[in-house]
């Protein structure tokens, strides 16, 4: 134990952690600020923390997902999101699968977190086809539940659904479909009364940004 929590705290640069420290406590001391629950408050700062270390490829990214995926699902259903709950219930049963691929496929070098990969040219064409189709049909299925935002519902689980994959198997194609639910999910949160949750997705769309301009840039270092 006393390993896996030494490797997993390696490799970290200092502004790395300011800004991991920034993003907890703007959730943190903002949604306090303006009394949301506590259990959302949590929820949120759990989020945070498997998006970070995500970022930083470190496989304990996944326990934080496992205390994340079944609080947001409360939120989400008491928003009519039931998309959302079908997600994160999804998400939820991911967690475990990840933690040992990523654990499987770690660097010899500790320090620098999980092994990166890229889909093929052919690979992204089948990928964006199916995801296209799936939301097409996850679009009616939501419109007849009578859910709320359904296309924006629709949009981000199947985009979702297929980051997540992409998350496990540690492919970069996974940030630009992360940054597009985020998107998406600001815009469905924004006006709704979980003000933690939204100050939630808004740091997620900028870590989205960052973390995956420097998977992609790591992949490029070592390109032979």
């Known amino acids: 134990m006393g390993g896996f929590i030494a490797e997993e705290c390696s490799g970290w640069r200092p502004a790395e952690v300011a800004w991991g420290v920034f993003c907890v406590a703007s959730i943190a001391g903002l949604s306090i600020l303006w009394k949301e629950p506590p259990l959302m408050i949590?929820?949120?700062?759990?989020?945070?923390?498997?998006?970070l270390l995500a970022g930083k490829g470190k496989s304990c990214c996944y326990l934080f997902g496992l205390i994340n995926t079944p609080l947001y699902m409360y939120a989400a259903w008491q928003q009519r999101y039931y998309g959302d709950v079908a997600l994160n219930a999804f998400y939820f049963l991911m967690m475990l699968p990840g933690f040992i691929v990523w654990r499987?496929?770690?660097?010899?070098?500790?320090?620098?977190?999980?092994?990166?990969?890229?889909?093929?040219k052919s690979e992204r064409w089948v990928w964006l086809a199916v995801m296209v189709a799936a939301t097409v049909v996850l679009y009616r299925?939501?419109?007849?539940?009578?859910?709320?935002?359904?296309?924006?519902?629709a949009m981000t689980n199947v985009l979702?659904?297929?980051?997540?994959?992409?998350?496990?198997?540690?492919c970069a194609e996974q940030w630009p479909l992360w940054i597009a639910v985020n998107l998406i999910e600001v815009f469905m949160w924004f006006g709704v009364s979980a003000v933690s949750l939204l100050l939630m997705w808004i740091l997620f769309l900028v870590n989205g940004c960052v973390l995956g301009f420097a998977w992609y840039r790591e992949l490029a270092e070592n390109r032979p």
């Open 160 to 170: 979702s659904v297929g980051a997540m994959i992409l998350t496990v198997k540690r």
């Open 104 to 120: 499987k496929h770690r660097r010899r070098n500790a320090e620098k977190g999980v092994e990166k990969t890229v889909l093929t």
């Open 141 to 153: 299925v939501l419109v007849a539940l009578g859910g709320a935002r359904a296309w924006c519902d």
């Open 42 to 51: 949590f929820a949120a700062v759990c989020g945070m923390m498997y998006t």
